[in-house]
């Protein structure tokens, strides 16, 4: 069975998911920090793969050769990204947070952009098993 054998990847995910976000909510609420603006990071979580994932709707990826298309939809994915990491070091420059929530908040960054990378490395084939079956 495909599904029973992607199963323990889905558990992994998810685990990694679960790990950014607690450094996430540590970076915001224990009580040395207790500001929440890098909560605002969630709205570059959930930006983040949808460039790629319209990109994969339209694009035919029987051409050998370079789309626009699917470019396009790298360039606005890698502008996401950076800007979720650029978020919270001006947040500290500008002393809305502190640093050390800074590197938290910068450590939960990258386990969910990992996780959300594996999330398409494994399920983004093209096979009988894919996340576009969903």
Not at 26 to 41: H, N
Not at 70 to 85: H, N, P, Q, R
């Amino acid at each position: 069975m495909v599904a029973s054998a992607s199963l323990p990847a889905l558990i992994s995910l998810s685990f990694g998911g679960a790990i950014g976000l607690m450094f996430l909510m540590l970076g915001c609420a224990l009580p040395v920090y207790d500001k929440y603006w890098p909560l605002f990071l969630l709205f570059f979580y959930i930006l983040s793969p949808i460039p790629y994932c319209i990109s994969r709707r339209v694009v035919d990826d029987t051409d050998s050769a370079s789309n626009a298309c699917k470019e396009l939809a790298i360039f606005l994915t890698t502008g996401i990204v950076i800007s979720a990491f650029g978020l919270p070091i001006v947040f500290a420059r500008a002393d809305v947070i502190e640093w050390g929530a800074c590197a938290l908040v910068l450590t939960g960054n990258v386990v969910i952009f990992g996780t959300i990378l594996g999330f398409f490395l494994v399920f983004g084939s093209n096979d009988d098993f894919s996340w576009q079956q969903w």
